[in-house]
């Protein structure tokens, strides 16, 4: 037998180029008579333009051209999600501000030059008078009566109210249950920072009219039909090109204004245009994730099951709807609030309101790290009352076993096995010793803490009939071509765009798994609409589920293909025909045998064939998935809390997850410890800041904190494997666990710790400084 690549912990074969710094990003590619665009953005977060005086920076050397709103003949840029029954409201978001400025960093006017550094020069040449208006940030005052409107047409700056459940219902059970908690939640505002900005450039070619456009995207079929729509250019004169992309994180997802502004310029100009954001652009104009603020509550009998969960979110949307942001605090956040529990009755009004603030959209979980955050606080806080051990608690109202279980929100989980993963982890932490400990270190003055979550999440977005169902604006299926060359070499074309995963690794192990083919013969070929077939994209971790069972099939086909080919060629019947480790051989002769590439080099020269079999080696595949998968498992965080400073040591941080199948250990490891990092972060250093005034504080890395390497311990891993169903080989995807996880785990660590002071609440990011002020602040600040 052949040992399996599936499965198998080999080495990512993106590293090389890209930690040897031979990796080509879009902000890499040159072209001759390339312009370069600078922006010039509003100091102000809420502000009507009087006047914009061009004038000098028009008559500097090297500038080109300068350009305002009101010159730019683009559509709108449109919102993709179009939540049904929320009275969405979807204003103007032109890619240039006309008449009004709604967040700090808006566009008010572009300068194109033969140098990025002029460009930018004259940018800042360019005279913009404003009215400044009062502004507001936080989504909750913005919805207010008398709050500072953003559009005259969006009252009380409320684009959306979507709900889920029913009210009477949810009174019902919460009236009559013996215990009820509550809190509020600020679920802050985070940046993505991906390690590379976001950059564009458009190339138009007038002779044919057709634009390309080289963009960091993370689904550049979308950017595609989304440009197409902008600049009115037919979708078949656009190709849109994502080179390689430094991580996105959902950040590179929507189509954004700059993306729009190069490819109009180009096309006005007829010259390539480049644009490339700095760090702080970045900050200001990239969207944000998260930005809730959240009214909770849980209901519980007096033995400890789990009544029901409610919410009321404020979700802060930005000063523009951005491409998919009604999505996230909707559906894809309400619809997991049962989350591995037995809860029939769960409720969620979610209020979108405009800001003046950057937009938000996905970030990395995107609605399901927030919906996880709530559960997993309100199972703590129910827990206390009931003084019940949280484990206990959780093990209590855990889903049992199952397939195809359908929960209060209407949601149907493909699979679930949680006990087992939940035992793991206490076992791998010392549970039932820690608490001995705990209490010991607290006799000495030391404060440990522990956080448990058992979680599921809803990922590999899919199918479409649901998309289309819930407002999506696109369909949800992949698609994948699988191409044998003459000499068996593999090129397999797909349409979702990887971007840091490590998939162009894993994808190649299904193919070569399924179809035999030494993994290093096999390409996957991503990024280039002219190039690969039709694919909504890498986010929601979709890849793996949707774009790797497309690929599992089409190598199917193939297979049967070839094992009918070989045995033609054997002179054997197809059912006597074994094919171990790239051979095809008679049953009882395994001397007599061809290998694939035999078979597929005679598919391909088509001297010999079975009677009817058309000739290549070639297969494509669409796929739409029959629901979503739905991974799970438990995390626990050991930490210590210095009372003296308020500062936190994360001690330990144990994560079994459940994925289904493994491809690749040591990449599923790779996307746990990253998901991890940004989850932990949440709970520990990261927010952003806008002050009253809309000025955004924490605008570069000085003043944002970015987790670092040494706030961490080694993770310790593990997993249990429950196959989805549904998958053709069973697969679940694990980019987002990590961060879903993450946050509430170490959030319910630190309050764990804090107990001897009676602390019962502090908002995120706990920064030593709140931590310590909470300490002192409690009534117990001896601790003991
Ligand atoms: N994998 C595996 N076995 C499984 C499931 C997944 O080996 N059972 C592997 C995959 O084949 C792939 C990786 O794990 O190499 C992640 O796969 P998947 O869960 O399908 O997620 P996607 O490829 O769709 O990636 C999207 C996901 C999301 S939504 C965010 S946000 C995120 C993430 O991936 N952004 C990332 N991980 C990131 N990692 C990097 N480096 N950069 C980002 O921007």
New binding site residues.
């Given amino acids: 037998m052949s040992t399996r690549i599936f499965g198998s912990g080999i080495k990512r074969r993106e590293d090389p180029r890209l930690i040897t710094g031979k990796a080509k990003y879009t902000d890499d590619i040159k072209l001759p008579g390339l312009l370069h665009m600078a922006v010039v953005r509003s100091p102000h977060a809420h502000a009507n333009i009087v006047s914009i005086d061009t004038s000098v920076a028009e008559a500097m050397e090297g500038v080109v051209a300068v350009y305002v709103g009101e010159d730019i003949t683009l559509a709108p840029l449109p919102t993709a999600w179009l939540i049904p029954d929320s009275n969405l409201k979807t204003p103007d978001h032109p890619a240039l501000a006309k008449g009004k400025v709604r967040h700090v960093g808006d566009g008010v006017a572009i300068v194109l030059a033969n140098d990025r550094y002029l460009a930018q020069d004259a940018a800042e040449a360019v005279k913009v008078q404003y009215e400044v208006l009062p502004a507001v940030v936080d989504p909750e005052k913005a919805a207010q009566d008398g709050a500072p409107q953003l559009f005259n047409d969006v009252e009380n700056n409320i684009a959306f109210r979507w709900i889920m459940g029913d009210k009477a219902a949810s009174d019902a059970v919460f009236d009559s249950a013996d215990i009820v908690v509550s809190d509020t939640i600020i679920q802050q505002r985070l940046l993505p920072t ?1 390690m590379e900005p976001r950059a564009s450039i458009a190339q138009y070619n007038s002779a044919t009219n057709e634009l390309t456009l080289w963009v960091t995207s993370q689904n550049p079929h979308i950017h595609r039909f989304i440009i197409s729509g902008i600049t009115g250019l037919p979708e078949n004169k656009v190709r849109v090109i994502a080179p390689e992309v430094g ?4 950040s590179k997802i929507p189509v954004y204004a700059d993306e729009a502004l190069v490819s109009w310029a180009s096309m006005k100009l007829n010259r390539p245009v480049k644009w490339t954001e700095t760090r702080s652009e970045n900050y200001q104009v990239t969207i944000h994730g998260r930005d809730h603020v959240e009214y909770v509550e849980m209901a519980a009998n007096k033995d400890g099951k789990v009544l029901g969960i409610r919410a009321t979110v404020y979700a802060g949307l930005g000063g523009y709807i951005s491409t998919a942001a009604p999505g996230i605090p909707t559906f894809l956040h309400g619809l997991m609030y049962c989350g591995p529990y037995t809860i029939d009755n769960a409720y969620c009004e979610s209020i979108g309101v405009m800001t003046n603030t950057a937009p938000t959209d ?4 995107a609605g399901r790290p927030e919906a996880t955050f709530l559960i997993e606080r309100l199972m703590d806080m129910l827990a206390k009352k009931l003084e019940l051990d949280p484990v206990e608690f959780r093990r209590k109202n855990l889903i049992p076993k199952f397939e195809n279980h359908t929960v209060a929100t209407g949601v149907m989980y493909d699979s679930g096995d949680y006990i087992p993963a939940l035992d793991k982890a206490l076992a791998m932490a010392g549970y039932d010793d820690f608490r001995k400990e705990q209490a010991e270190a607290r006799a000495n003055g030391k404060y440990l803490g522990i956080g448990v979550t058992t979680y599921t999440e809803m ?2 977005l899919g199918p479409s009939q649901v998309a289309g169902a819930i407002g999506f604006q696109g369909g949800l299926w992949e698609s994948a071509i699988i191409r044998v060359t003459p000499t068996g070499k593999v090129q397999a074309m797909i349409g ?1 765009s ?6 162009e ?3 190649a192990q299904i193919i070569g798994d399924e179809l035999g083919f030494p993994v290093d013969d096999i390409e996957i070929v991503h990024g280039d609409t002219n190039e690969t077939p039709m694919g909504w994209g ?8 949707v774009t ?1 069972a497309a690929l599992a099939k089409a190598s199917r086909k193939l297979k049967e293909k070839a094992r009918t080919l070989a045995a033609h060629l054997l002179e054997a019947a197809v059912e006597d025909i074994e094919y171990d480790d790239g051979k095809f051989s008679v049953k009882g002769s395994p001397d007599k045998f061809q290998t694939i590439q035999d078979v597929t080099l005679m598919a391909t020269l088509a001297w010999n064939m079975p009677e009817g079999m058309d000739p290549g080696f070639e297969e494509s595949q669409f796929y739409d998935p029959p629901n979503f998968v739905f991974p799970f498992g438990t995390h626990i965080a050991i930490v210590e809390v210095d009372a003296e400073t308020g500062a936190i040591e994360l001690k330990r941080y144990i994560a079994v997850d459940d ?7 040591v ?2 490891a790779g ?1 746990i410890h ?2 991890v990092v940004q989850g932990v972060a949440q709970a520990l250093c990261e927010g952003v800041i806008y002050d009253d005034n809309g000025q955004l504080l924490t605008g570069s890395m000085m003043d944002y904190t970015m987790p670092r390497a040494d706030m961490f311990p080694n993770f310790e891993l593990d997993e249990t494997v429950t196959p989805s169903p549904h998958h053709p080989i069973g ?6 666990t990590g961060t879903i996880a993450s946050t509430p785990t170490v959030y319910n660590a630190v309050l764990d710790a804090l107990t001897p002071f009676g602390i019962e609440k502090i908002d995120m990011p706990f920064t030593s400084f709140r931590v310590w002020d909470a300490i002192q602040q409690s009534n117990n600040n001896g601790g003991s």
């Fill in positions: 991906a991580g996105g994180f959902g996905a970030y990395r979980g990922c590999g979702s990887p971007h840091g995963q490590g998939s690794t894993t994808l890498t986010y929601g971790s979709r890849t793996t589920p790797g994925v289904g199948p493994q491809i690749n250990p990449i599923v996307q990253g998901g697969v679940k995807g694990v980019g987002e």
